[in-house]
């Protein structure tokens, strides 16, 4: 009989055994895409296993409180209590991909988004338009351009996302990832744990060297509200300003800058503003636009350094060719630099700087994804591979992972590229500025209009319609020629 009891004993301490062992595992993660318990959750998965352990092994109570928070100590050990989907970034792409989750009912209590800003993913083209339109013209500010606002949707604020259930840890960066384990390193020391993940940490602002004066005060860097602020602060100030860059940002910032009334001037490498999308016709005709608004223009120019004055503050832009312009601050938008360094070290495959991806969106690791500017994805239309750095493509490219992630689509991502920019939209603006672009601006160029306010552009290759632009027209007129093959 003793020896009955005996062996009945051993087994159910194997089961306790193997009770503890399951319960462990379930609090440090599942199996990859599986919902992954928080530590709360645990004390009551616990309390049901040790009730019916204890009946069977005739306990008249169970484990003492102590050891149960010791059990929930070990299982704490992430910062994320949400931890079935987790995204890293809190840009457009991380908003668009949050609204997906929703509709899809697969937020609440599952996903957690890692953000290096202070605040909710918005719309962050508005930094560079709006939010620098002077102070007495109704400049853009938060709350109004939350994602997802930009595309017509519901105005996604804080409490947006915690009523939906959706954990966002702010302030910090992911600094490292841990294929094996699922897990992540932040810069702030913490662990946090995924079973699906979606990489959208977009693009950082490709920076003059320092020892040219890249980091003086007084130099300008925009890539976040931080940023556009900083930004804000100087133009209500400043007389003169120097912007180093004839691309999106510094046309944007120069036509915000005519409205504050600041002498600018833009100086860039090239021939004519917009040279990576802009034939050299389209190009002159808006130098004259915002030559009528003040700006100048330095065509064909090199930056050798930045001068500080005796307060440390840049006072000056010399040139390679020996010219120096005096300036109050400095803009430099001279394009954005994918942020994918701690993915690629834990093995990732790249492509032209970003994270390669599949068309939908999977990387060369089961259960990642990427998304956004980052995101290296096939370009279906014209058969490559490439990067897309807009807004278009953040929002269509969350969407499109979102649902193929949670299998209600199968299909690859197709995409045609689009851009756009809004200038002079300021009130009391003489003439508002609203383009779009279709495709690619490869092969032949045919012009249309005469640019009062309307003006077309399109590009034809082996008699084939590549890209379309439009200035001052509406987007179904542009539509009206896609799609381009």
Avoid at 131 to 149: I, N, Q
Avoid at 274 to 289: D, S, V
Avoid at 296 to 301: I, L
Wanted: hydrophobic share 35%; charged share 20%; aromatic share 10%.
């Amino acid at each position: 009989m003793i020896r009955g009891q005996h062996l009945e004993s051993q087994r159910l301490k194997k089961k306790l055994r193997m009770a503890m062992t399951s319960i462990s595992q379930g609090c440090l993660g599942l199996k990859r895409g599986g919902s992954m318990c928080c530590t709360e959750p645990s004390t009551f998965v616990m309390r049901d296993v040790f009730r019916s352990l204890a009946s069977q092994l005739h306990l008249n109570r169970l484990p003492s409180r102590s050891w149960r928070r010791a059990t929930l100590i070990t299982c704490a050990t992430f910062a994320n209590e949400n931890r079935e989907f987790v995204i890293v970034g809190g840009g457009n792409a991380a908003g668009y991909a949050a609204r997906t989750f929703v509709e899809n009912g697969m937020a609440d209590g599952k996903l957690c988004i890692v953000s290096k800003e202070s605040v909710a993913p918005y719309e962050r083209p508005a930094l560079t338009k709006a939010y620098l339109s002077p102070l007495d013209k109704k400049p853009a500010r938060l709350p109004g351009f939350h994602t997802c606002v930009g595309s017509g949707g519901e105005r996604q604020t804080p409490e947006w996302y915690k009523d939906k259930g959706i954990e966002v840890i702010y302030g910090t960066t992911v600094t490292g990832l841990d294929i094996s384990t699922q897990t992540l390193a932040t810069a702030s020391g913490s662990r946090l744990k995924y079973g699906s993940l979606i990489i959208a940490t977009g693009c950082s602002a490709s920076r003059l060297p320092d020892k040219i004066g890249g980091s003086l005060p007084g130099v300008h860097y925009i890539r976040d509200v931080a940023d556009a602020d900083l930004l804000v602060s100087s133009m209500q100030s400043a007389k003169k300003l120097v912007i180093i860059g004839g691309g999106y940002i510094g046309m944007e910032v120069a036509a915000a800058a005519a409205g504050w009334k600041i002498d600018t001037t833009v100086i860039f490498p090239e021939e004519h503003v917009m040279a990576r999308l802009f034939p050299a016709t389209l190009g002159r005709k808006y130098e004259e636009l915002y030559e009528e608004n003040g700006v100048k223009f330095f065509k064909s120019a090199f930056v050798k350094r930045l001068v500080a004055g005796t307060d440390g503050r840049v006072t000056a832009v010399q040139l390679e060719n020996g010219s120096t312009l005096d300036t109050d601050m400095v803009v430099v938008g001279i394009g954005a630099k994918p942020v994918s360094t701690p993915f690629a070290e834990a093995g990732l495959k790249t492509h032209a700087g970003g994270i390669q991806v599949d068309g939908q969106f999977r990387t060369s690791s089961p259960g990642i994804f990427s998304i956004g500017d980052v995101a290296a994805f096939p370009l279906k239309i014209y058969g490559r591979t490439a990067r897309v750095e807009h807004v278009d493509h953040a929002r269509k490219s969350a969407q499109h992972c979102v649902n193929a992630l949670l299998n209600i689509r199968t299909d690859p991502y197709d995409y045609l590229p689009y851009f756009y920019s809004r200038v002079f939209e300021y009130e009391g603006s003489s003439r508002k500025v609203w383009w779009q672009f279709y495709g690619d601006n490869v092969g032949e160029t045919i012009e249309v209009g005469d640019f009062s306010p309307k003006y077309a552009t399109f590009w034809l290759e082996s008699g084939k319609l590549k890209g379309v632009f439009l200035e001052s027209g509406s987007s179904e007129v542009c539509k009206n020629f896609i799609p381009c093959t």
